[in-house]
C-alpha cells in the first residue's frame, strides 16, 4: 500500500506542468492518484474486512468446539445415569427377591418362551387380569423349570410359558369367576401360584409351533384330565412326554389340569401378595 502511494506521489511531482500539455497530464495524474487513493482506501476497507470475517470465522469455531465438547459432557452423563439407573433397578429386583424369593424366569433360562395369557385378554375370562406380563417363580422353582428346559432342548423342543406367579389379589378375581376347587383354588387358603411355586406351561418346537396337546389351555372339562381317554396318539404321547421330563425335574403334575405344575417343595414356600408391577423396570 505504501509502495502505491510513494509511486502516486512521485509521478505527481515529477510530471511537466510548463505547458499545456503537462497540465493535462497533471490532471490525469491527480485523477490517477484520485483513483489509486480510493483503491487503497477500498483494500484498507477489504482488508479490515476479512480480518473481521476471519475473526467471526475462529470464533464460530471455537464456539463449535465448546458446543462439541458440551455435547460429549452431556452423553457421559446420560451413559452414568442410565448405567447409575440400572443398578438402582438391579438392586430393586434384588431387594424383592429377598423379600419374597420370586425371580423373573427369563433372568434364569432366557430361552424359556413367554405367552402370559392372563396379561392379555386371550383367556377364559375374556379380559387382561396381570397389568404387565412379568412371568416371576420361586428361585428354586425357576431352576427346575430351567433344568426340565434343558432336557427338552435336546430332544429339540422349549417350555412355553403360560402362568407363573399370581397375586393373592387376583386369585380372589378368579375365584369370583370360576369357583371350582377341580380348577381355581380357594384363595382363603392359597393357590400354588400364589406361592411362586407353581407353572402352567406347555411345548414349542424349534419353529415356536406348539406341540398337540389334548386341550387348549384352561379348557375346563374331562378332556383336560390326565386319565382321560379319549385323546389322539399324537396328544397323548405329548402330554406323557411333557408330564416325565417335569416329574423327573422335580415337579408333581396336575390331575384335572395337564399344563400345570406344582413344584414339589411347594408347602416351603408362602402364599404372596405382593404386585407383578413392583418388578417392572422403571
Do not use: C
Not at 470464533?59 to 447409575?84: M, S
Not at 418362551?113 to 379380559?127: E, I, K, Q
Not at 396318539?233 to 389340569?257: D, H, K, V
Request: charged share 25%; glycine share 6%; aromatic share 10%.
Amino acid at each position: 500500500m505504501e509502495k502505491v502511494k510513494r509511486v502516486a506521489r512521485e509521478n505527481l511531482f515529477n510530471s511537466p506542468s510548463s505547458n499545456g500539455g503537462g497540465q493535462l497530464t497533471g490532471r490525469l495524474k491527480l485523477k490517477n492518484l484520485a483513483a489509486i487513493g480510493l483503491l487503497a482506501a477500498l483494500m484498507a476497507i477489504t482488508a479490515g474486512f476479512i480480518n473481521e470475517l476471519s475473526s467471526a470465522f475462529q470464533q464460530l469455531e471455537k464456539a463449535e468446539e465448546q458446543n462439541n465438547a458440551l455435547i460429549k459432557d452431556i452423553q457421559r452423563l446420560n451413559e452414568q445415569n442410565a448405567e447409575l439407573k440400572l443398578q438402582l433397578q438391579k438392586q430393586k429386583l434384588l431387594t424383592l427377591e429377598a423379600k419374597t424369593g420370586l425371580v423373573k424366569i427369563e433372568d434364569v433360562d432366557d430361552t424359556i418362551v413367554m405367552d402370559l395369557r392372563y396379561a392379555t385378554g386371550n383367556n377364559f375370562t375374556g379380559r387382561k387380569l396381570y397389568p404387565v406380563a412379568i412371568s416371576l417363580l420361586q428361585r428354586g422353582t425357576a431352576n427346575k423349570l430351567k433344568a426340565a428346559n434343558e432336557r427338552f432342548k435336546k430332544d429339540g423342543y422349549r417350555i412355553k410359558v403360560w402362568d407363573a406367579y399370581r397375586p393373592l389379589d387376583i386369585q380372589k378375581k378368579f375365584w369370583e369367576l370360576k369357583p371350582d376347587r377341580l380348577y381355581v383354588a380357594n384363595p382363603a387358603y392359597g393357590s400354588k401360584h400364589n406361592r411362586g411355586s407353581a407353572v402352567d406351561i406347555t411345548l414349542v418346537d424349534k419353529l415356536g409351533n406348539e406341540l398337540e396337546m389334548p386341550t387348549e389351555f384352561d379348557h375346563f372339562s374331562e378332556k383336560a384330565w390326565r386319565n382321560y381317554t379319549g385323546n389322539t396318539p399324537e396328544a397323548q404321547r405329548s402330554m406323557e412326554y411333557l408330564g416325565q421330563i417335569m416329574a423327573e425335574s422335580g415337579f408333581i403334575p396336575n390331575s384335572t389340569e395337564w399344563w400345570h405344575f406344582d413344584d414339589s417343595a411347594w408347602n416351603s414356600y408362602p402364599v404372596l401378595n405382593i404386585q407383578l408391577e413392583d418388578f417392572a423396570l422403571d
